[in-house]
């Protein structure tokens, strides 16, 4: 057994390969969770009613930039596979492609904050929940841009495998975001006590931050020279259209899949608010699990979209099943916890002199929705990882139809139950987990199937010329058109 653990281990693909790619970018997405987490514990500090508002605001945000992001964030499959064969000229530009899309993008994201009462007022949630709705959402949607920005610019690394720069970019702007986030919710250090727009601004800030960060490290002299970083910095129509062709299903799936899980919150707020900080409580805690096991899935993805360049589909295979068997052990590590420690995980929620006056029956009720989310963890990681890897070959448009399908038929029966059959609160739950484990099952059949073997999102035949603004650079390949 102990000879099996280390040919799995040191073989191409295997286990140290996959974790040197995925422990920085575990780390990277775990900021995030650092971020959420520390913003949500800070507010059942300050109220259980920004704790209510700010989750559903928060979602309906990044909701709204969700297909952008989606669309731009796929550069890193191209990044991926144009660094396996070895055309590292192509990287600059496809990235260039990413942020003019971003940039195109911008001014729609800001929009919605004209009609922001309008919105939350139509899902009848409770007056005082609607007014911190409305000024969370208006603060918190001045960071979308950012969001998009930094994960087209940081596929200049993750594509290539360089994570651990993303990494430390990423806690950084994790950590000047706990400490805006105490100094701005309630008022110390000279800044005003804002609460839950506090939050929302401290967030903000460091998504800029972060995204300044890696626009400087992208236009760094080496990676100008060897990547065309700053020569790439042009329109090239046929290789757009290809990042559209494919990235464009990748953003409706996320846009689809996000849009239903906001629609699910807004509609459990109907249940009351104890039930909506309830639901909001049971996510925070499982961002614990779930954000390194994201880490897993862009990390399946990067090696298949490197392997695929490579055309060693085999590899690709196995660095996928790597990833997985990794995932896996996490998450039910993390399911045993949720069964059998719930209430230790809520401790840094309750605070004497500042905790909610109810929330004895606020933690109670997240104990018994902490099982739903122990009974969908395992699913969760198979989602993850296997929508990643087909994503990594280009298989996108498959993605897209199954979000379509699955989350209509789960908010369906959601606003069905609700308006009809008198759903509680647990039938939601009991649709959001047979909702993940259908996802986790029906992208695991489909790399099963192998048509993702034969996918690639570059161009099969490429022409060379020589890229004017760098004459002793090495050669650029010109895209050719959409297959």
Partial sequence: MLDGLRTWYRRPSGGAEVLALMLPLVISTSSWTVMQFTDRVFLVWHSKDALAAALPAGMLGFTLACFPLGLAS??????????????????????????????????LLLAPNWIARDIFAAFRHGPEILELEVVYFQAINF?????????????????RGKTRVVMVVDMAAAIVNVVLDYAWIFGVWGFPAWGVAGAAWATVVSLWGKTLVYLVLFLQPEARRVFGTLSGCRWDGPLMRRLLWFGLPSGVQMLIEVSGFTLLLFLLGQLGSLELAATSLA??????????????????????????????PDLAARATSTSFAIAAVYMAVFSLVYLLLPEQLLWLHERSNRGAEDFAALRDLTV??????????LFDAMYTVFSGALKGAGDTRFIMWTAVVISSIAVGITWAGLRFADFGLLACWATITAWICSLGIVYWLRFLGGKWRTMRVIEPEIELEFDDADANAEPVPVAGECA
Avoid: D, K
């Fill in 283 to 312: 996510f925070n805690v499982n961002t614990l699990a779930f954000m390194p096991v994201y880490g897993a899935g862009i990390a399946a993805s990067t090696l298949v979209g490197q392997r695929l360049g490579e055309n060693r």
């Fill in 143 to 159: 960071g979308s841009p950012a969001i998009i920005l930094s994960a087209a610019l940081s596929a200049f690394f993750t594509g």
């Fill in 368 to 377: 018994v929705l902490l099982r739903f989310v122990a009974a969908y963890c």
């Fill in 74 to 107: 796929y550069v890193n499959t191209f990044v991926a596979q144009y660094h396996g064969a070895g055309r590292p000229r192509r990287i600059g530009l496809a990235i260039w492609q990413a942020v003019f899309l971003t940039l195109a993008c911008s001014p």
